[in-house]
């Protein structure tokens, strides 16, 4: 994690960690912190505890996103304080969902902007001059668009993949394989590194190929207190403790200071949490298999 890290992710860089609530990979946004990185333009639809964790830790410049939250507990307090009274300053662009779905689509298609009609009744075009609008040459009729998203780094957090980057999700999906395409550099975080023969015998599985990975990090539980599905559960008696943690600037601090700046590593990080990975441990539940026989 430090060597990809260091290697794909700079000052200035715009960065993206996706996931939607399943694999979020706080691992990569703790090492971002630990290696002190600058002026990081954040990408993401909905940013919660990790993003509130590198604004807080000053990594950021901006956020562009279409949500912003701890999910099921309320605000993130870290956020708001730099948006409301810039501790740290925060410049914000955000977008609806499928807006931001879009930028990410035309990036990865390598398309200069995506029409849309997600704008119409809304006020927030008002707010944001990046969503401009097109005629469409075929009806005439007015549509919305927003420009390709292109990042410098984007961070995908999976169950498995093999030793040359093939990048196997299940369970619940977000935009990974939409932002992996659309980035200049892709480094994928899994719980488990497995054959090729592995990864070949269930295709259907590989969202990511990995002809676009650049960097491959076997980090377990590095999304936690996220979750990934058959590995272990969501800790959502994390989620509900940090909106005490995030509502004070110095709380926030010392969870930093002691759970991300103070460990070398993610696995130094489990040390300070005995019992974590027991109580949080998934119980096998198998698919059965498919013939791809022919």
Known sequence: MRDANARYVHDGDTVVIEG?????????????????????VLCRLTPDLIVDQLIAAGCARKLVFSWAGNPGVGALHAFR?????????????????????????????????????????????????????????????????????????TIVHAQRADMEGNTQIWGLLGVQKEAAFASRHVIVVVEELVDTSIVRADPNRTLIPGMIVD?????????????????????????????????????????????????????????LQPGLTTRLAATPRVCAGVSYGY
Not at 105 to 131: E, K
Not at 225 to 250: L, M
């Open 215 to 271: 960097a491959v990090v076997v980090e377990p539980w590095g999304a936690h207190p996220s979750y990934a599905q058959g590995h272990y559960d969501r800790d959502n008696e994390f989620y509900v403790a940090w909106e005490k943690i995030s509502r004070d600037s110095a709380a926030l601090a010392n969870y930093l200071d002691e759970f991300v700046l103070g460990v070398e590593d993610r696995a130094a990080y489990l040390a």
């Open 81 to 153: 304080r730099a948006v409301e009274t810039k501790t740290p300053p925060l410049e914000i662009e955000e977008y609806s969902h499928f807006g931001m779905v879009a930028r990410f689509s035309a990036g990865a298609a390598h398309l200069p902007f995506w029409p849309l009609r997600d704008y119409q009744g809304t006020d927030i075009p008002s707010v944001n001059p990046s969503i401009r609008q097109v005629t469409c040459p075929f009806t005439g009729e007015s549509l919305a668009a927003v420009p390709a998203l292109n990042p410098d780094v």
């Open 20 to 40: 939607f609530t399943h694999l979020i990979c706080f691992a990569a946004g703790h090492e971002i912190i630990r290696q002190k990185r600058r002026e990081l």
